[in-house]
């Protein structure tokens, strides 16, 4: 992934890295409000030497004492020093647990010990803070060295008594809240550059170039169902979907401009993805500009087209490769003049093996004859083989991929399928494309269910 990759996913999915943070700091928010506050009180004591009546004693006595200091921090946390100090408070606890809530810390090059304990109760965390100091006191009297006249060697004096704290130490809800909202961010960070990294469907024209190199010759706008493109292009003919499938016949033209394409077949991966839609729609495209355009429904496995042209199902292409009738017989004009249509006739039980036959092959090369284009829509190249046994018939195949439902596996296999028959794929059709923009000249008006072209007022070229 490129750097355009990863801000394009965080720009995707800032709806989701949002939600995220605001959760993240929302939950800690809650959380530091149903924790019970602690506070904390701290004394200072200082380990001093008893005797030194000239330099060299003082500087003894100094190092004496700095050996000393870590031994009597861990002498604060030992029942010697709590056992007294729970006793005289009254507190309801054992030396351990008391331990695990008092902690010790002697300052760099000092013979300072700073004695901190926590609690629920201010007042107590201080009255034990001060207890501790003061049991200190006497624990190291009793274990000191003494000199020769009885007196011990160190002793400890209070520099600075605890007092009651009035502001808690935990829980800090300021830092809590930024901490989990910087971590829903992370989160939500994470999650859209996985989303892009692990995406399987197809949803951009960059996304399908990421997966193949076959051209792109159209993304068409999302339609309300499968077979909406060519009621759209009738009812909106300058709406966004009829300059859509504008675009793609004219992309046409520009692929292998030395050979005249005029026998194209129509496929896609599965089901669901608006092959029939885009074929049709095209051939309603290129019959505009007065060119013969046969339509022929060569998927026998789920013909749709005479539904939805309310056209006759019972005669056609079934119809016309077991003999029973004509081409010319079969055909039904539909749309705009110029537009024939060969529905899929009776289904038959044996739709590969018919369509396998030789009577298909006369078929497309008798309309080959008789019309300047021929688009073939046929079933799903992985659902069943019946495009790859038309793609030899025709001079191109057009691919149609539906965003956010055509896996990219999926869409390499059928492309590796489709090579195999030395049939050229002529491009590929990125169907149902939610969002795409609108062209400043050309506007849906639904209200009405007419398109109409809009011009800019005083725009230089409104004439076009």
Not at 64 to 89: A, G, H, K
Not at 122 to 139: C, F, H, P, R, W
Not at 253 to 272: G, W, Y
Not at 399 to 410: C, L
Request: proline fraction near 5%; glycine fraction near 8%.
């Amino acid at each position: 992934m490129t750097l355009q990759d990863y801000f394009q996913s965080l720009k995707s999915h800032w709806i989701v890295i949002v939600l995220l943070t605001l959760v993240g700091g929302g939950s800690a928010y809650a959380y530091s409000q149903f924790v019970d506050p602690e506070y904390r009180a701290e004394s200072q004591v200082m380990v001093i030497p008893t005797r030194g009546e000239n330099t060299s004693e003082l500087l003894q006595g100094s190092n004496y004492v700095q050996s000393l200091v870590q031994t009597y921090t861990l002498l604060v946390s030992s029942p010697t020093v709590l056992d007294p100090v729970i006793e005289n408070l009254g507190l309801e606890e054992t030396p351990n647990r008391l331990a695990r809530r008092v902690d010790v810390n002697v300052p760099l090059n000092t013979v300072v010990i700073e004695i901190g304990v926590t609690d629920a109760d201010g007042k107590t965390a201080s009255d034990t803070a001060n207890a501790i100091a003061d049991q200190l006191a006497d624990a190291v009297r009793n274990v000191s060295p003494t000199s020769a006249d009885g007196e011990p060697a160190v002793r400890i004096e209070t520099i600075s008594a605890a007092r009651t704290p009035t502001v808690p130490v935990s829980p800090n809800t300021r830092n809590n809240v930024i901490l989990g909202a910087g971590v829903g961010f992370v989160a939500g960070v994470v999650f859209a550059v996985l989303r892009r990294r692990l995406a399987t469907r197809i949803t951009t024209a960059r996304s399908l170039s990421e997966v193949t190199e076959v051209a792109l010759l159209g993304e068409i706008p999302e339609a309300s169902d499968s077979q909406a493109i060519a009621r759209v292009i009738r009812s909106q003919p300058d709406g966004r979907v009829a300059e859509a499938m504008r675009q793609v016949a004219a992309s046409l033209k520009f692929v292998d401009v030395d050979k005249h394409r005029r026998v194209i077949l129509v496929t896609s991966c599965s089901a669901q993805e608006g092959k029939s839609s885009v074929s049709l729609g095209l051939a309603i495209t290129l019959a505009e500009g007065g060119r013969s355009v046969l339509f022929i429904e060569a998927d026998l496995r789920r013909p749709s087209t005479a539904r939805y042209t309310q056209l006759e199902g019972a005669v056609g292409l079934t119809t016309v490769l077991i003999g029973d009738a004509e081409l010319d017989q079969a055909v039904q004009q539909w749309g705009r003049p110029g537009l024939d249509i060969l529905t899929a006739g009776a289904q038959p039980p044996n739709p590969g093996q018919l369509l396998s036959s030789g009577g298909l092959h006369r078929v497309v090369e008798a309309a080959r004859e008789s019309y300047d284009y021929v688009i073939i829509d046929t079933a799903p190249v992985l659902s069943v083989s019946d495009a790859l046994w038309l793609s030899t018939m025709a001079d191109g195949t057009l691919f149609v991929v539906r965003s956010n439902r055509t896996k990219g596996a999926d869409l390499t296999r059928a492309l590796t399928s489709l090579e195999a028959t030395r049939t050229p794929v002529l491009g590929i059709v990125l169907n149902g494309v939610r969002g795409a923009a609108k062209n400043p000249y050309y506007t849906d008006d639904r209200s009405t269910g007419l398109g109409r072209r809009l011009f800019r007022r005083g725009a230089p070229g409104s004439s076009q």
